[in-house]
């Protein structure tokens, strides 16, 4: 079955970029995606990414994919103190029609001013 | 567009109790989804809906646990004989269509609290 890899942690410096990392075990035909989840509320979509594309780029934004090693990262520029959140990776397998997500632990971004 | 609405936000109750949570997807989103969450953890799969039919469940889902979507458009999930276990917050997503590029859309869930 599917599996999704999250670090747990990362503190990044107001201004800084922070790099969120994924790993996935899903060989087959695939979507991944981002969402931000602030305390207390659901969950917001940020990005996605098919998985014969490479990269993909949206205003500060922007994925990396590496399908041979099945890894998976975000990139936010220039951080801000908003960006403070916990990020989860999530994916869903669209060969065999399968709807649901599949999520990581999610990565706490701590941002330090 | 409103966005997923989700009800009530929060729920206290005692262990044995039954709950019902009332989700309102974005309109003309054809699919519906529930996950639930717990404390540190990503969001796990419960079922899903296409219109009205329900089309997957989770083995999460247990015999206590029920989900409709009547008339295709709102649906509730309901928990009998709550244990302390359902303690978690419950969420719910809609989808336009099948297909993995139109993405799922969250509401801001229904955290349970199980005394």
């Known amino acids: 079955g599917e599996d999704v890899e999250q670090s747990l942690f990362l503190s990044v410096r107001e201004g800084d970029s922070s790099v969120i990392n994924c790993t996935y075990t899903d060989s087959s035909s695939t979507y991944l995606y981002w969402y931000k989840q602030e305390p207390g509320a659901g969950l917001q979509l940020l990005t996605y990414?098919?998985?014969?594309?490479d990269m993909k780029q949206d205003q500060r934004l922007t994925v990396l994919l590496n399908k041979k090693d099945k890894h998976l990262s975000l990139r936010i520029a220039d951080t801000q103190t908003g960006d403070s959140a916990i990020y989860f990776c999530a994916e869903s397998n669209w060969d065999f029609g399968n709807e649901k997500l599949t999520f990581g632990t999610g990565t706490r971004l701590t941002i330090i001013p | 567009d409103t966005g997923v609405s989700q009800n009530p936000r929060h729920k206290i109750t005692k262990r044995g109790q039954n709950v019902t949570f009332r989700c309102d997807p974005i309109?003309?989103?054809?699919?519906l989804y529930w996950y639930r969450q717990t404390l540190g953890q990503g969001p796990e799969f419960l079922t899903y809906?296409?219109?009205?039919?329900?089309?997957?469940k989770s083995r999460l889902l247990s015999d206590r646990f029920s989900a409709e979507r009547p008339k295709g458009s709102f649906s509730t999930l309901e928990i009998q004989r709550t244990e302390q276990g359902d303690s978690a917050m419950y969420l719910c997503?809609?989808?336009?269509?099948?297909?993995?590029?139109?993405?799922?859309?969250f509401g801001d869930g229904t955290r349970l609290s199980i005394l």
């Open positions: 309109s003309e989103h054809n699919r």
């Open positions: 809906f296409q219109n009205e039919a329900q089309l997957e």
């Open positions: 990414i098919f998985s014969n594309m």
């Open positions: 997503a809609s989808s336009p269509q099948a297909g993995g590029n139109q993405p799922q859309h």
